[in-house]
């Protein structure tokens, strides 16, 4: 069975300072990726999405995140963090199959004081 | 505007008082699906449907009933709810090759 795991439960940063936040999934097979966000009291939005190609993907708001293939990995990373990305962030996969369920993590929540 | 739209937004009701929160989608998407969120346990799947008159169980459907007799609804039964069910309830929906999941804006249920 598919699972995905977020290593950070929260992560607390200065404004500027740099983020990483970790995502590894457990799959044998192609995968699609994704990155949300849920700001407070809202619902969530798509941050960015790997299907192939560049493993590189750089989505709003100067979001970007690598597909590590060989790690199973797809960690989201910025380089200069602002208040208001204070949110929650969840990493899913689902297989490329279509049809198949989306699998989210247990979210990583960002605290960004200014 | 493309969008998920879930109702109520907000209820709160008592152990054993039959519910159902409604969901719907203007986009024509094959696949949609309930989730909970809890603190600590991010978002797990309820129920899903991949069309039509096919659904099938998540992650945790225990408690709760779902039905898609049209392609823009799908909505969730509570038919007896527990306050374990006190929850974050997201509805989605995505085309059936699964681009992009779009989220509705969340309906907190408590149940006392």
């Known amino acids: 069975a598919q699972s995905v795991s977020q290593h950070n439960h929260h992560v607390i940063l200065s404004e500027a300072a740099s983020l990483e936040l970790g995502c590894n999934y457990s799959?044998?097979?192609?995968?699609?990726l994704f990155w949300y966000v849920q700001y407070p009291g809202q619902h969530l939005q798509l941050l960015l999405k790997?299907?192939?190609?560049?493993?590189l993907v750089k989505g709003i708001k100067g979001f970007e995140a690598e597909f590590i293939k060989s790690k199973f990995s797809f960690n989201l990373r910025k380089p200069s963090v602002q208040w208001s990305d204070t949110a929650e962030y969840f990493c899913a996969v689902k297989s490329n199959q279509a049809g198949t369920a989306l699998i989210f993590g247990k979210g990583t929540t960002l605290s960004v004081s200014s | 505007e493309a969008q998920v739209t879930q109702n109520p937004r907000y209820l709160i009701t008592v152990t054993g008082k039959k519910l159902t929160v409604t969901c719907s989608q203007n986009?024509?998407?094959?696949?949609m699906s309930w989730y909970r969120q809890d603190p600590g346990l991010g978002l797990r799947q309820i129920y899903y449907?991949?069309?039509?008159?096919?659904?099938d169980k998540g992650d945790v459907p225990e408690g709760y009933k779902v039905s898609r007799k049209e392609k823009r609804n799908f909505p969730l039964i509570l038919e007896s709810p527990s306050p374990n069910q006190t929850s974050l309830y997201f509805c989605?929906?995505?085309?059936?090759?699964?681009?992009?999941?779009?989220f509705g804006p969340g309906t907190r249920l408590t149940v006392l």
């Open positions: 799959y044998g097979g192609t995968v699609n």
């Open positions: 449907s991949m069309n039509v008159e096919v659904t």
């Open positions: 986009m024509n998407h094959e696949y």
């Open positions: 790997y299907f192939s190609g560049d493993p």
């Open positions: 989605a929906s995505r085309n059936y090759l699964g681009d992009t999941q779009y």
